[in-house]
């Protein structure tokens, strides 16, 4: 084993000629700047149309909120807590609730959740309207 002391950080590292980080047991070197990282996309986490305070884009502007663990009929569930009123957090009712990317409406729905269940009809379904508009008769509307 050959030691080697780290002039950027001033620590001591071991180092190990011939293996691999793998065989080593350590991590290989960051490499963000070159893509190689993957990131993630973070999705909203409405319950139903509601902002929920457990999403990841939640975010309280007063820095109050934690998430606590609680037993529930025996499992552990996460819950948002808010050390303003000391119980559990409201989520987008809350004056000082906020999101990430915008999406809180003002009566505390997500913009993010109606619009996954607006859909655009069908083109079949499109043109069955259009035909049914086209079938009246103008004489019929005067």
Same mark, same amino acid.
């Given at each position: 084993m050959l030691v080697m002391k780290n002039e950027h950080s001033g620590s001591y590292r071991h180092h190990h000629t011939?293996?691999?980080h793998h065989q080593r047991g350590t991590r290989p070197?960051?490499?963000?700047?070159?893509?190689? #990282?993957? +990131?993630k996309? @973070?999705?909203?986490?409405?319950?139903? #149309?509601?902002?929920?305070?457990? &999403?990841?884009?939640? @975010?309280?502007?007063r820095n109050a909120m934690f998430i606590a663990s609680k037993p529930v009929?025996?499992?552990?569930?996460?819950?948002?807590?808010?050390?303003?009123?000391?119980? #559990?957090?409201?989520?987008?009712? &809350?004056?000082?609730a906020s999101c990430k990317v915008n999406s809180l409406l003002p009566d505390?729905? &997500?913009a993010k959740a109606l619009e996954k269940k607006h859909t655009r009809p069908s083109d079949e379904e499109f043109?069955? +309207?259009?035909?049914? @508009? +086209? +079938?009246? #008769? @103008?004489?019929e509307f005067r």
């Open positions: 011939g293996l691999t070197p960051h490499h963000g700047e070159h893509g190689l #990282d993957k +990131e996309k @973070v999705m909203p986490q409405p319950i139903g #149309d509601k902002c929920n305070p457990l &999403c990841p884009l939640f @975010v309280c502007t009929k025996g499992r552990i569930i996460k819950i948002a807590q808010c050390r303003l009123t000391g119980g #559990d957090c409201i989520g987008g009712e &809350c004056q000082y505390g729905r &997500c043109f069955k +309207e259009m035909l049914k @508009v +086209e +079938e009246y #008769d @103008v004489s």
